[in-house]
């Protein structure tokens, strides 16, 4: 299994807090995702990095930001939560080697609740 | 705009029989990787197989094979002799040669194997 871990496993939180979730590999891949999986969306890319302080957003990443200070950590924070954020969070890593057809290992997911 | 079109929301197919799982897709790139995803109700996100654009062979991985028709933009899975263990949900995902290295997936079809 591809060394990926994600923490907190599960949150709830309260609107208008702040939240980070935390992303940590240890394969030394360069490429790291944040993703929100919600029934009838499949998984949507929130933002993702091509390496460290490479950033770049996804279709979803409003009201959302990450940081990559370190190759192996990926941080993304919801600057003040709303309810609309309630979902599931995958991190992925894929590494640049192999081009298009790298395959992307997963986290375990966060299941992130907002009251 | 979503680039990969699952329309099968859930599918059922008895035990030992092979079933066939839609996933269309929308770029103008010419090379581009498409990959199958399972997620088991536990939640992890299983890598099954990967088509290139280029591969003039369908990919093929034990029971899984991808029914690649470029034409149509269509790459269907075809899972053969169905198990109970293959009830899940099932992701198409692409990767563009433009969008870098992002991932983009479809709503995923859910199945069902019945005995």
């Known amino acids: 299994d591809a060394g990926i871990t994600q923490s907190p496993r599960h949150k709830v939180t309260e609107t208008g807090t702040p939240v980070t979730l935390r992303c940590h590999q240890t394969?030394?891949?360069?490429?790291m995702y944040w993703y929100r999986q919600d029934p009838g969306h499949g998984l949507r890319l929130i933002h993702y990095?091509?390496?460290?302080?490479?950033?770049d957003k996804g279709e979803v990443s409003d009201g959302y930001s990450v940081s990559r200070s370190k190759t192996e950590d990926f941080l993304l924070t919801l600057e003040s939560a709303t309810s609309s954020q309630t979902s599931v969070y995958f991190c992925a890593i894929s590494e640049s080697l192999g081009g298009l057809g790298t395959e992307a290992f997963f986290g375990q997911g966060t299941r992130l609740t907002v009251v | 705009a979503q680039k990969i079109t699952q329309t099968q929301p859930g599918m059922f197919v008895q035990e030992k029989e092979a079933v066939t799982l839609d996933c269309t897709y929308d770029t103008s790139d010419p090379s581009y990787g498409l990959f199958w995803y399972k997620q088991p109700s536990s939640g992890e996100m299983i890598f099954l197989i990967y088509?290139?654009?280029?591969?003039?062979q369908n990919a093929t991985e034990g029971r899984y094979s991808l029914n690649f028709q470029k034409a149509r933009k269509s790459a269907n899975l075809v899972i053969s002799a169905s198990q109970l263990g293959d009830s899940a949900m099932y992701f198409c995902a692409m990767r563009r040669e433009t969008s870098g290295s992002r991932l983009t997936f479809g709503e995923g079809t859910q199945l069902t194997v019945n005995p």
């Open positions: 990095s091509y390496g460290v302080k490479d950033t």
């Open positions: 394969e030394n891949h360069r490429y």
């Open positions: 088509q290139g654009s280029y591969d003039q």
